[in-house]
Each structure stands twice: as C-alpha cells, then as structure tokens.
C-alpha cells in the first residue's frame, strides 16, 4: 500500500511539474531571445512578467472576465502591450549600448547593459508598486481551484489543475509559434543574423538596429504571455519578478545559451525538478535542489542540456 501511495504521488509530481515547468519554459524563451537575438544581459526581464500579469489582471477585471479564458486573452493582451513597451525602451534607453554601436568597444557594450538593464529593473518595481501598492492580487476564475481527473487504472487518480493545464497549451503553442517565426520567416532569419555578426548583416542591407528593437520587444511580449497564465493560479505584487528572474536565468543556462527550443526544456526541466523534490526535501529547500541539479549538469554538459557550444536561435 505504501509503495502505491509513493506511485502516485511521484506521478502526481510530475504531471504538476509539467504543468508549471511549461510556464516558466515560456518565460524562459522570452528571456532566451533577448539573449540569443541580442546578446544581452537584461535584468528587467523578472520586472516584464510582473507587468504583464498587471495587464493580464487590470484587462480581466475592467471588462469583467471572470470566464476560464479570460487570463488567456488577457495574457495575449498583455504580451502585445510589452510588446509596444519593449520597442520604446529599446529605441530609448538600449540603442546606444546594444547593436553596431558597440562592436569592438571592451566587453562588447554588457558593461553599460548590465547597468543600464538593473536600472529599469528597479525604477519598473518601484513604479508599479507606487501605482498599484503591495497588495497581492490574482486573476481568479472558475478554473482555479478546479481540476480535471484522469484514472489509471482502478489503482492511481492524477489531478489537473484546468487554470495551469490551459496555461500548458497556451505555452506550447506560443513557444513553437516563436521558433517557427525565429526559423522560418524572413524577418526571422534577419534577426538571426543581425545576432550572429551585426556588421556582415549591415552589408546585407539589414537594418541591425530594427532586428535588435524587435528582438527586445519580442522577448519582453513572450515573458509578458507568461506572467499573464501564471497570474490565474498565483498570487503576485510588483516585486514578485524576483522570484522568478533566477528560474529564467537558470533555464535559459540550464537548456544551453542562445537556443529558444533549449531555453524552453531548460524551464521545464527546472519545473519538474521543484516539483518532485518536494516528495523529499521541505518546500524551503526546493531553490538548492535546483541549482545543485543545475551545477551537476553544467559540471558534465557545460553547454546546457540541449545546446551546442555553437548554437544560436
């Protein structure tokens, strides 16, 4: 009996770890563009999943969308909105430390990213929370606290949460929508080359800049579609990117740098490792078992799981 019981809540963790690992897997491709397409370092990118679940929430509850779907649209929404806002912060603040700008200058421009990034980091933290207080919110719907039973035989009973199983589809069908728009199209294929080498892609007649502003655009929306499906099945406030920049980070290393299909296994591997660590360890102990499985994995495979040392998008 006992060894049934372990069965199933192995199993249990690892449906769960699915469901959230698909989620921070999509957070994490936003976060891989931006690096892949870019090369750079962006320490606002926690601060773009706060905004987007504020998005998500403020559509949701303006137009009164208390339905299942309501987060997803919002989500949608919310990725077209940082959509727009990635482009002015980009055409702003990063053109002069991203780009042609900066090839052949010491360290390549990320000293000025690093800082330039932290920067708006904080002012959007700061700024969300004078606007919107540190009250926790959440999108809730009739999906949220529901789930959907699937029996295995007359032995086992999985549960799924229906607000993180949509979230799940919505994540795979953004993520291959983004690879096959990264692979696949001609604008695609342009900013692949302005990140491959800005100055031959200048000789081709590509405008490095532009590839470079739908880049950081691109890579904020996708985070933004991300905290928008978490926002329907967790509570946030405008530090709640903290909690999640070190996950994405760790993905994004974790499924090998600059590969957007790499960067979505990392998060999901890293969902499935929280998850059925919890069968063994107290829940403060979730965040070390990540990073010890992380520092094991580098140790072997030091180009990420899923990359190779000269992998790009």
Not at 54 to 83: D, E, N, R
Request: charged share 10%; proline share 2%.
């Amino acid at each position: 009996m006992i060894s049934l019981v372990l069965i199933e809540s192995i199993l249990q963790a690892v449906v769960a770890g699915l469901l959230i690992g698909s989620v921070y897997g999509l957070m994490c491709v936003g976060l891989g563009l931006i690096f892949g397409l870019m090369r750079v370092i962006n320490f606002a990118q926690g601060e773009f999943l706060m905004l987007g679940m504020y998005v998500t929430f403020f559509f949701c509850t303006s137009l009164g969308l208390s339905t299942a779907f309501g987060p997803i649209l919002g989500s949608l929404v919310s990725g077209v909105v940082m959509f727009g806002l990635g482009l002015a912060m980009h055409k702003t603040l990063l053109v002069k430390s991203t780009g042609i700008q900066v090839v052949g200058t010491e360290g390549e421009g990320h000293y000025p990213q690093l800082i330039l990034t932290l920067g708006i980091s904080l002012v959007l933290a700061n700024g969300a929370l004078i606007l919107f207080g540190n009250i926790s919110r959440t999108v809730r719907t009739p999906f949220s606290a529901t789930a959907w039973e699937l029996a295995i035989g007359n032995d086992f009973m999985i549960f799924f949460n229906k607000a993180r199983t949509l979230a799940l589809l919505v994540s795979v069908l953004v993520a291959i929508a983004v690879y096959l728009f990264v692979h696949r199209t001609r604008l695609g294929k342009s900013l692949r080359a302005a990140a491959d080498n800005a100055s031959a892609a200048t000789y081709m007649g590509i405008d490095v800049e532009r590839a470079h502003r739908i880049s950081f655009g691109l890579g904020a929306a996708v985070t933004a579609v991300a905290g928008g499906l978490i926002a329907s099945y967790y509570p946030f406030q405008p530090y709640i990117g903290l909690d999640f920049v070190v996950i994405m980070y760790a993905g994004v290393v974790l499924g090998g740098l600059g590969s957007v299909i790499g960067a979505f296994w990392g998060g999901l591997t890293i969902g499935l490792i929280q998850q059925v660590s919890t069968l063994f360890l107290p829940l403060q102990l979730q965040n070390a078992m990540i990073f010890l499985i992380f520092l094991l994995i580098i140790l072997f495979r030091p180009q990420g799981l899923f990359g190779k040392n000269v992998e790009r998008v």
